[in-house]
């Protein structure tokens, strides 16, 4: 949405974040101003007490098991009459006339000489002290029973209470209700109890831009992420979401959301809006809507630091930061802990692994940095790959199997450093098959063919050059390559390492990409297309960055001329198609199957060659010989054809 110019405040509007605060001190005066929080409580059934944890201690009624039971199948039995019982001289016992079930009341007490048949659960009868095992016995003529073996008093008896003894307290307040604990709580015979109440979290999304899923997305329109990720996140910490939906950057609409969620809740929390910057507008209303507000505002986090703490008559407003990865770190490191506390729930504990970095990761200074990384099998243990897109980017989260958290007064972590990584997952997943280098479309349909067959891939994007370095660190079973050496005129074999095996992929057709129906560009060769583009100051080019393949061919294509838009510079081919589709430039060049999906005119260039470096040592693996036969399949073949690729040779 376009904006009135006049609305939008200047710079010299924009207030800064006057004190950042450390994360320990933000979290620790937000606390101050929160608690004691009066845990909600309320009664409920057993089966719909999951999950929530006890708000009072829960004291046995009756003893458990409430009598005597017997362990076995077998005879109650008085010990002393076969202290003498052995196989060579088994003692004879006269049966009583009953059998006890479970369930049934003995009726006949055991006296000396005698014993009963009983089950296992069956209630012990009056003058029994144990239970022979039916193993131990065989029957005698006359309603008697031979038993080999002695028993001692009690062997084989659970007694009255001795599980749990009424009076006794059988689960803590501040228990979490799990299967284990409705077993004690119905084994006592509780039909409810007293538990903390799931939390009310109202979730709001602020932003003028923000569309949601499901609707079509308008020009410089985004979907809300945040709304959907930060309610799930609050469900998965026990509490209960109520997503109220995405409002615009207007203050007083905005406040009326605001008063309006606060009271019908216990928490509020909002995303974005809270850079102090140009429309940002939620904080401000914090402050009018009740004691002692903003807490924290600006925090040293990175992601997150416009996160905004307040509590506003004794309940928490949270703005969360706008990007969806510093709001999900912000809202796991800094507001579960607070959820957890005010809904009784114990600290969350996360499962953590040891993992080595392959390269160094710088980090600022004064702020307390997360960053994600994937794992993967190294030579001698796990090694940490950093996954970061910046913080705007949501994919890095799929990829991700955890994160390091680099402390404020560190600058840098240097490559090799062994680390502590909280996992997203229970445990440590590693992949059958690691795939490490430069990303493409086509690679997506060889791994999805393959994790069909039930094999896990992971696939990290880190350009042809990391992917050769992960090889020759034998981090990776395969690393897809596009490298054109200028001097032999060879694309990637020249820069195989050792103990490396080049595996042909398929081509990439380059080419001069347009918006159809352009009369500089349509129905041309190249060579007279760039020289209309060169000729027509207006026309607007978008370039590729330095290191590109795609780069040397453009360099390669202008010569000495530098046309608008040459250092527009981004770093993928999808990027260079939306920047003409969107006429933020006339030309670029990418390859045909972006293009293509893009719906732009195309003019062909060159073909490039997509292959992959095999580390050599790792060739037998069953899952790179999946890879290897899916690749090469008839079918994989035609697929890559019908998506715009052609044939290795
Ligand atoms: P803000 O804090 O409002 O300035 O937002 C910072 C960035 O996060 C902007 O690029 C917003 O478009 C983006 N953003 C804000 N809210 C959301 C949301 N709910 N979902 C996805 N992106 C968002
Ligand atoms: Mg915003």
């Known amino acids: 949405m376009v904006k009135n110019p006049s609305s939008i405040p200047r710079n010299t509007d924009q207030k800064q974040f006057l004190t950042i605060l ?21 009664t409920l059934r057993l ?27 077998g005879f109650a039995v008085r010990a002393a009459d076969l202290v003498a019982a052995s196989d060579l001289q088994p003692v004879r016992l006269t049966l009583n006339m009953e059998t006890i079930a479970c369930g049934s009341l003995p009726q006949l007490a055991v006296l000396p000489g005698t014993a009963t048949a009983i089950a296992t659960g ?14 131990y016995t065989q029957p005698a003529e006359g309603a008697a029973i031979e038993v080999w073996r002695a028993v001692s008093p009690g062997q084989f008896v659970s007694s009255a209470g001795s599980d749990m003894a009424r009076g006794e307290v059988v689960l803590r307040a501040g228990s979490v209700i799990g299967a284990r604990e409705i077993g004690i709580l119905a084994a006592c015979g509780t039909a ?17 831009e923000l569309v949601q899923p499901g609707e079509p997305l308008q020009p410089a329109g985004i979907y809300d992420a945040n709304g959907p990720i930060v309610s799930a996140a609050v469900t998965e910490n026990g509490g209960e979401a109520y997503f109220l939906g995405a409002f615009p950057d207007d203050e007083a609409r905005l406040e009326t959301a605001m008063r309006e969620a606060l009271d019908s809740h216990d928490v509020l929390i909002l995303s974005g809006g809270t850079s102090k910057g140009a429309g940002d507008v939620s904080y401000r209303i914090i402050g009018r809507l009740g004691q002692p507000g903003i807490i924290a505002h600006g925090v040293a986090l990175k992601p997150g630091k416009p996160l905004c703490l307040a509590v506003c008559d004794g309940k928490p407003v949270i703005i969360l930061p706008g990007f969806p990865t510093s709001a999900m770190f912000t809202f796991h490191d800094m507001v579960v802990p607070i959820l957890r506390r005010m809904a009784g729930l114990p600290p969350r504990v996360d499962a953590q692994t040891s993992a080595q970095l392959p390269f160094r990761v710088p980090s600022e200074l004064g702020r307390t940095e997360f960053v994600m990384v994937s794992l993967v099998q190294g030579r001698d243990g796990l090694m940490a790959y950093a996954t970061g897109k910046g913080s705007g980017a949501i994919t890095a989260f799929a990829q991700a199997d955890g994160f390091i958290r680099i402390d404020a007064f560190v600058d840098h972590l240097p490559a090799g450093a062994q680390l502590p990584v909280t996992l997203f997952t229970p445990q440590v997943k590693v992949p059958d098959l690691v795939v490490i280098g430069s990303h493409c479309t086509g690679l997506d349909l060889v791994v999805g063919k393959i994790a069909r067959q039930g094999i896990s891939v992971r696939s990290l994007a880190v350009g042809s ?21 200028p001097q032999t005129q060879v694309y990637n074999t020249p820069f195989l390492g050792e103990g490396m095996e080049l595996v042909p992929g398929w081509r990439r ?27 027509d100051p207006e026309c607007m080019m978008v370039n590729r960055n ?17 046309p608008d838009g040459y250092w527009n510079q981004p770093r993928s081919h999808n990027a260079v198609a939306a920047a003409v589709v969107q006429k933020r430039a006339d030309w670029g060049v990418t390859i045909g199957p972006v293009a293509r999906a893009a719906g732009l005119g195309f003019i062909p260039l060159t073909q490039e ?36 690729f052609s044939r290795a040779c």
Do not use: Y
């Open 22 to 42: 450390s994360r320990e001190e933000a979290l620790a005066r937000f606390e101050a101003a929160l608690f004691p929080w009066p845990v909600p409580t309320e």
């Open 546 to 562: 330095q290191g590109a393949g795609t780069r040397i061919l453009i360099d390669q294509l202008l010569g000495q001329k530098r």
């Open 192 to 208: 409810q109890v007293t538990v903390a109440r799931k939390l009310r979290v109202a979730v709001l999304s602020t932003g003028d």
């Open 609 to 644: 060659h997509f292959d992959f470096a095999l580390v050599a040592d790792r060739k037998e693996r069953v899952a790179v010989q999946a890879f290897l036969a899916a690749l090469l399949s008839p079918d994989m073949q035609e697929a890559l054809e019908r998506a715009g």
């Open 122 to 135: 069956g209630p012990l009868p009056r003058g029994a002290d144990a239970i022979v095992m039916v193993e």
């Open 465 to 485: 050059l990391g992917g050769l370095a992960a090889a020759k660190r034998c981090e990776c079973d395969l690393a897809p390559i596009h490298l054109f050496d």
């Open 509 to 535: 057709i380059q080419g001069i990409v347009f918006r159809r129906g352009d009369a500089r560009f349509e129905d041309h060769a190249a060579p007279e297309a760039v020289e209309a583009a060169l000729a």
């Open 47 to 73: 089966a719909e007490a999951l999950g929530l944890a006890l708000a009072e201690d829960v004291v046995a009624q009756v003893d458990v098991p409430p009598f005597d039971r017997s362990n076995v199948d």
